[in-house]
């Protein structure tokens, strides 16, 4: 095989997708969207022994350990699926829900407390005090988050005086819901769709059995877009031979000249 010795500069740019490995079967994939940062790392570890014959103390032997790699991603936007990916999560349709009536808040409450209901994505929201003949609240004694299912209390002397606890007619809404550290540990194959950005020559890099560790930071509040690691670790795949063209890791494919 003729090789390219050609030196030329290398900026890659391209479409990252991943693909869930079920009993040894590659699925669908998915599109990870703005991925500025795609980095395989490798490990070669090896042990050494050092001579105790003599004073130089010298290595007299040395051997492989074994060859590990890794890859690293930066993500900077984000889907349903890549949100699960991130946290280890399962996502849940949930229902809209019977309409609660009399749900008891807190006691003791003051202006500047809030209200947190079981439930999100409420509607037909009513507070009511625990008087005799119960009053209702005026709706600009309070703000509602009615998604979050929250009551900021910001007047309770209008209308008043009240008689707590507070207790709230609602009803909840259909949400979708994701649990982090749901999920089961999965393998993927990672595949780069890229392009040399200096020449437009078309590279492909396949990562056979990608296994992702859900952890890190995830950081909700910021000033600037945000971003998120997706680092894991690259099995060997076994359903693959060693002295197949690739191997058992990953592969890079280029054109034929």
Do not use: C
């Not at 008891?104 to 009513?126: E, F, H, K, Q, Y």
């Amino acid at each position: 095989m003729a090789l390219d010795l050609s030196f030329k500069p290398f900026s890659g740019a391209g479409i990252v997708t991943m693909h869930a490995i079920t009993n040894g079967v590659v699925g669908a994939g998915f599109d990870l969207g703005e991925v500025p940062a795609f980095d395989i790392t490798q490990q070669a570890p090896v042990s050494e022994m050092k001579t105790s014959r003599d004073a130089s103390r010298g290595v007299a032997f040395r051997m492989a350990q074994s060859k590990t790699a890794g890859l690293n991603m930066t993500l900077k936007t984000l889907t349903d699926y890549t949100l699960g990916l991130l946290t280890g999560g399962a996502w849940t349709d949930v229902a809209a829900g019977a309409v609660v009536a009399g749900w008891v808040a807190p006691s003791d409450l003051v202006v500047g407390n809030v209200i947190r209901l079981p439930d999100r994505n409420v509607s037909a929201v009513t507070v009511k005090d625990n008087s005799g003949v119960p009053k209702v609240l005026p709706v600009g004694n309070y703000e509602l988050d009615a998604f979050a299912g929250s009551i900021a209390l910001k007047d309770l002397a209008t209308g008043g005086p009240y008689v707590q606890p507070f207790e709230v007619d609602y009803t909840p809404g259909v949400v979708k819901v994701l649990g982090a550290n749901k999920a089961p540990d999965s393998d993927y194959l990672v595949m780069l769709n890229g392009t040399n950005a200096y020449n437009s020559e078309r590279i492909v890099l396949e990562a056979f059995k990608f296994r992702f560790a859900a952890e890190g930071d995830s950081k909700w509040i910021s000033e600037d877009y945000g971003e998120w690691k997706l680092n894991g670790s690259l099995l060997r795949d076994e359903s693959r031979a060693a002295t197949s063209a690739g191997g058992q890791y990953y592969a890079l494919y280029k054109p034929a000249a």
